[in-house]
T-cell receptor, first 113, second 110 residues
Framework: DVKVTQSSRYLVKRTGEKVFLECVQD?????MFWYRQDPGLGLRLIYF???????EKGDIPEGYSVSREKKERFSLILESASTNQTSMYLC????????????FGSGTQLSVL | GQQLNQSPQSMFIQEGEDVSMNCTSS?????WLWYKQDPGEGPVLLIA?????ELTSNGRLTAQFGITRKDSFLNISASIPSDVGIYFC??????????FGTGTSLTVIP
């Protein structure tokens, strides 16, 4: 089974802190994604990566950056956390751009106070 | 980014009842997908649809790819308590471009 692991289930941070959300997949997938999930808004794409060191902006990249130094790991960085970034963050991976099966992690619920 | 219109937003049903939900878009898609998210977990793929008019089943779940390619439907027959969760539709055209519905929250009353 594909396993996508997010390092934290719950995080509480203060406004202005730098926050790192880590995601690791064990299936040698090419593509990795970070989504944000808010009630009534569904899933919105923040960033995705189709290869090591490659990244593309999604629909809501403002206030976020990403890092993919190794194929299995994709990190989401909040340079200076703000209260409007309180949300559920979901990491996902996919075998290749020809595929349609996204595999999601369990999510990180981030609260910024 | 584009969002899909998913309805209903929430449903409260008795165990054993059938459930229907749908998703519509202003754009056409090549693939329609249905995901379920259990409380405290990430979404899991239930059904993938690849062709207009296609009807696909997965156990008690049946999904259809609309003829216009702008909509999709999910039906759950004889609901059970473990069907509780949030159901998301998603449309995909190429590679990374997934567009998700706003979700249908399902509560099953024993």
């Amino acid at each position: 089974d594909v396993k996508v692991t997010q390092s934290s289930r719950y995080l509480v941070k203060r406004t202005g802190e730098k926050v790192f959300l880590e995601c690791v997949q064990d299936m040698d997938h090419e593509n990795m994604f970070w989504y944000r999930q808010d009630p009534g808004l569904g899933l919105r794409l923040i960033y995705f990566s189709y290869d090591v060191k490659m990244k593309e902006k999604g629909d809501i990249p403002e206030g976020y950056s990403v890092s993919r130094e190794k194929k299995e790991r994709f990190s989401l960085i909040l340079e200076s956390a703000s209260t409007n970034q309180t949300s559920m963050y979901l990491c996902a991976s996919m075998r290749g751009l020809w595929d349609e099966k996204l595999f999601f992690g369990s999510g990180t619920q981030l609260s910024v106070l | 980014g584009q969002q899909l219109n998913q309805s209903p937003q929430s449903m409260f049903i008795q165990e054993g009842e059938d459930v229907s939900m749908n998703c519509t878009s202003s754009s056409i898609f090549n693939t329609w997908l249905w995901y379920k998210q259990d409380p405290g977990e990430g979404p899991v793929l239930l059904i993938a649809l690849y062709k207009a008019g296609e009807l696909t089943s997965n156990g008690r779940l049946t999904a259809q790819f609309g003829i216009t390619r702008k909509d999709s439907f999910l039906n759950i027959s004889a609901s059970i308590p473990s069907d509780v969760g949030i159901y998301f539709c998603a449309g995909q055209n190429t590679g990374n471009q997934f567009y998700f519905g706003t979700g249908t929250s399902l509560t099953v009353i024993p």
